[in-house]
């Protein structure tokens, strides 16, 4: 690399000068010289030519002095690594100079050498000085790219680290979440795109700080659609604890925001959620110039699966076994044990519940009318019908109830 430098100084033989002493260094291509008369001079070079690597300024001179240069160079944004030099009985102005911001300082008259080897020095300060600019500039470009996937706390963890941050792909346990809103189409179709922009907008950014609350990874948004992901690109090691917990508070938070938007007359979908653990061949897929982090497989298959069969049953939230038996604590009730596309075996589903609504005498009832359909008990169909009966809004009750009048058994279903 050429350093370019900027000579400030009033003296006619100076340019000559410089150029006969750095001769050699200049036809090697290791520095190249610009020269100004005096700081007023300077600046215009400057501006004209920001690739400049240093400038080298005489304190005595016409219209702009040295140290008035010096302080105009240290109020700029790109600032210039300064050499002052003045005559050795000017310590006053020298010791200013460095107070103000200068590298180094020479004493007239120039020493060639020594000024080459201050020269080189202050190269070098400039060059570390630039990477180091460009290593924070790339972990902030880094830091803003991965905020948008990914919680405050682990993006910063993560742009730390470089390019050893785990983004590499490879396989990997998660629990991952997909989201989808009922109606979403039609609501596009009819909604004036002012309304629809601030609606989307308020939705996407509520569901993301809840993700990022439970330090998820969202993997992708497409829409109203939102992908999520526990265990990746860091290890958590309660990360199907963390799905669940995540999944009720957005349910929680979907829904307070159907009811603000219903009350100004906006009939707004109820979010459907689905979640399954499992391997999955996680990483950034974007190559070189897209970051693209997300993850591919059955378990990501299977979670959207899950979320789309919250249609047939009637409920909003369906998760795996595999998700409720690692998960600490979990309290749902079992859905059945779904055919689901793409799938050869069944997968045994549950409705995660709260702890109140899991302490209900419903679920009591709903347990015991489950429990007789997975032994074959004909008393099911009256435990479901009694059930419904008293809780005509339960809709998963409801949907065995329908199953049973329309002749199946057990708790096997093939949902289309």
């Given at each position: 690399m050429t350093a370019t430098i900027l000579f400030v100084d009033d003296e006619p033989d100076l340019e000559a000068l410089v150029l006969q002493k750095f001769r050699r260094?200049?036809?090697?291509?290791?520095?190249?010289?610009?020269?100004a008369h005096d700081g007023v001079e300077a600046l215009e070079s400057l501006a004209q030519n920001?690739?400049?690597?240093?400038?080298?300024?005489?304190?005595?001179?016409?219209?702009?002095?040295?140290?008035?240069?010096?302080?105009?160079?240290?109020?700029?944004?790109d600032k210039k690594s300064t050499i002052i030099v003045s005559a050795y009985g000017d310590m006053s102005n020298i010791r200013t100079a460095m107070n103000r911001g200068a590298f180094d300082f020479l004493t007239k008259p120039i020493d060639f050498a020594d000024?080459?080897?201050?020269?080189?020095?202050?190269?070098?300060h400039v060059e570390v000085l630039r990477e180091a600019q460009r290593r924070q500039a790339e972990a902030e470009r880094a830091h803003a790219s991965l905020s948008r996937y990914f919680s405050p706390e682990i993006a910063r963890r993560l742009a730390a680290h470089g390019e050893s941050n785990g983004m590499e792909v490879q396989w990997r346990e998660i629990a991952t979440i997909f989201t989808d809103i009922t109606g979403f189409t039609t609501l596009v179709?009819?909604?004036?795109?002012?309304?629809?922009?601030?609606?989307?907008?308020e939705y996407v950014g509520g569901m993301t700080e809840i993700v990022f609350e439970h330090e998820g990874t969202v993997a992708k948004i497409i829409g109203d659609a939102i992908q999520i992901l526990f265990n990746a690109p860091g290890d958590q090691p309660d990360f199907a604890t963390r799905a669940v917990a995540c999944v009720h508070d957005l349910d929680a938070w979907a829904e307070g925001f159907r009811e603000r938007w219903k009350v100004r007359g906006v009939n707004f979908g109820a979010t459907r959620i689905g979640a399954h653990?499992?391997?999955?061949?996680?990483?950034?897929?974007?190559?070189?110039?897209?970051?693209?982090?997300?993850?591919?497989?059955?378990?990501?298959?299977?979670?959207?699966?899950?979320?789309?069969?919250?249609?047939?049953?009637g409920t909003r939230i369906c998760v795996s076994a595999s998700v409720a038996k690692a998960a600490e604590n979990f309290q749902g009730r079992p859905v059945g044990d779904l055919m689901l596309r793409g799938r050869s075996e069944p997968l045994r589903a549950f409705e995660p519940l709260k702890a109140q609504e899991f302490d209900a005498p419903a679920t009591?009832?709903?347990?015991?009318?489950?429990?007789?359909?997975?032994?074959?008990?004909?008393?099911?169909?009256?435990?479901?019908?009694?059930?419904?009966?008293?809780?005509?809004?339960?809709?998963?009750?409801?949907?065995?109830?329908?199953?049973?009048?329309?002749?199946?058994?057990?708790?096997?279903?093939?949902?289309?």
């Amino acid at each position: 690399m050429t350093a370019t430098i900027l000579f400030v100084d009033d003296e006619p033989d100076l340019e000559a000068l410089v150029l006969q002493k750095f001769r050699r260094q200049i036809r090697d291509g290791a520095v190249s010289f610009m020269f100004a008369h005096d700081g007023v001079e300077a600046l215009e070079s400057l501006a004209q030519n920001p690739h400049v690597d240093m400038v080298v300024s005489d304190i005595n001179m016409p219209r702009m002095d040295g140290l008035s240069l010096l302080e105009k160079l240290q109020e700029a944004e790109d600032k210039k690594s300064t050499i002052i030099v003045s005559a050795y009985g000017d310590m006053s102005n020298i010791r200013t100079a460095m107070n103000r911001g200068a590298f180094d300082f020479l004493t007239k008259p120039i020493d060639f050498a020594d000024l080459e080897t201050t020269i080189q020095k202050t190269i070098r300060h400039v060059e570390v000085l630039r990477e180091a600019q460009r290593r924070q500039a790339e972990a902030e470009r880094a830091h803003a790219s991965l905020s948008r996937y990914f919680s405050p706390e682990i993006a910063r963890r993560l742009a730390a680290h470089g390019e050893s941050n785990g983004m590499e792909v490879q396989w990997r346990e998660i629990a991952t979440i997909f989201t989808d809103i009922t109606g979403f189409t039609t609501l596009v179709e009819s909604a004036v795109p002012e309304t629809l922009g601030e609606l989307l907008n308020e939705y996407v950014g509520g569901m993301t700080e809840i993700v990022f609350e439970h330090e998820g990874t969202v993997a992708k948004i497409i829409g109203d659609a939102i992908q999520i992901l526990f265990n990746a690109p860091g290890d958590q090691p309660d990360f199907a604890t963390r799905a669940v917990a995540c999944v009720h508070d957005l349910d929680a938070w979907a829904e307070g925001f159907r009811e603000r938007w219903k009350v100004r007359g906006v009939n707004f979908g109820a979010t459907r959620i689905g979640a399954h653990a499992g391997p999955a061949l996680v990483g950034n897929f974007g190559g070189n110039r897209f970051f693209d982090y997300t993850a591919y497989g059955d378990t990501v298959n299977t979670a959207a699966r899950l979320e789309a069969a919250n249609k047939h049953l009637g409920t909003r939230i369906c998760v795996s076994a595999s998700v409720a038996k690692a998960a600490e604590n979990f309290q749902g009730r079992p859905v059945g044990d779904l055919m689901l596309r793409g799938r050869s075996e069944p997968l045994r589903a549950f409705e995660p519940l709260k702890a109140q609504e899991f302490d209900a005498p419903a679920t009591a009832l709903y347990s015991e009318a489950f429990a007789k359909l997975e032994s074959g008990d004909v008393a099911a169909m009256p435990a479901f019908a009694a059930l419904v009966g008293m809780h005509a809004d339960d809709a998963l009750a409801g949907f065995h109830l329908r199953r049973l009048l329309n002749g199946a058994k057990g708790v096997r279903m093939q949902l289309e």
